[in-house]
């Protein structure tokens, strides 16, 4: 049992580059989340998806694509990567809407 | 204000102590409370979820004031272990949990 994972777990970006932060949980977890962690900030919402092929925005969509076509994985896509969005970026699931969350191991993410 | 408010710290307690965090929320409607330990550079982990009538599990204790919309943590005996970053987590009774910045915790020998 592996819970949740995260790859990678670091990746240089130059700006305008796109890429795929892989998530995947193997908890059969109905929600799953992407959040970013910024120093001062605590983790911000960016988008979440209560079920396979339901989606929604967070606090922070802007810049970023999900897709969830299966209940395990939920990918996070940067489209034309910006320096704004060098941060830590953690994928989280939970079994329903009252309960812990189950974070990965995080994504260091830099963009220059 | 902010939806969650902690002090960021840092609380320097020596080993052995009994070190207090309290963390605010501004939404009375939330019906989810918990607490996470974020250690440095690494994913935040459940340390332990927040219930009405208070608990504890250990060393730990949490509990909750509806009245005042605070949930706090009390850490006993605190270990060089203990040594990192806590984090208040509400839940307004959606998918969507509030985290607060964290407060940071330093166990000295």
């Known amino acids: 049992n592996a819970g949740v994972t995260q790859t990678p777990k670091f990746q240089v970006l130059k700006t305008g580059q796109s890429m795929t932060l892989q998530c995947a949980q193997d908890?059969?977890?109905?929600?799953m989340s992407w959040y970013r962690q910024d120093p001062g900030m605590g983790l911000r919402l960016i988008h979440y998806s209560v079920g396979a092929g339901i989606t929604d925005q967070g606090e922070v969509p802007n810049g970023y694509n999900v897709s969830r076509s299966t209940t395990e994985d939920f990918p996070l896509r940067l489209l034309s990567a910006a320096p704004s969005q060098t941060s830590v970026y953690f994928c989280?699931?939970?079994?329903?809407?009252?309960?812990?969350?189950?974070f990965g191991p995080g994504t260091r993410l830099t963009v220059t | 204000r902010k939806e969650v408010e902690q002090d960021p710290g840092p609380f320097n307690v020596p080993e052995g102590a009994t070190v207090a965090f309290n963390c605010t929320y501004s939404?009375?409607?939330?019906?989810?409370f918990f607490w996470y330990r974020q250690d440095c550079r690494k994913e935040p982990k459940l340390l332990m979820s927040v219930y009405s009538s208070g608990n504890e599990d250990g060393r730990f204790t949490a509990q909750l004031n509806r009245a005042s919309q605070y949930i706090s943590l009390l850490i006993r005996d605190s270990k060089l272990s203990d040594s990192a970053t806590y984090l208040c987590?509400?839940?307004?009774?959606?998918?969507?949990?509030?985290f607060g910045t964290g407060t940071r915790l330093k166990v000295l020998a």
């Open positions: 908890m059969n977890h109905e929600y």
């Open positions: 987590v509400v839940g307004s009774g959606t998918y969507k949990y509030i």
């Open positions: 939404n009375s409607a939330s019906q989810s």
């Open positions: 989280a699931s939970k079994q329903n809407q009252g309960s812990e969350q189950y």
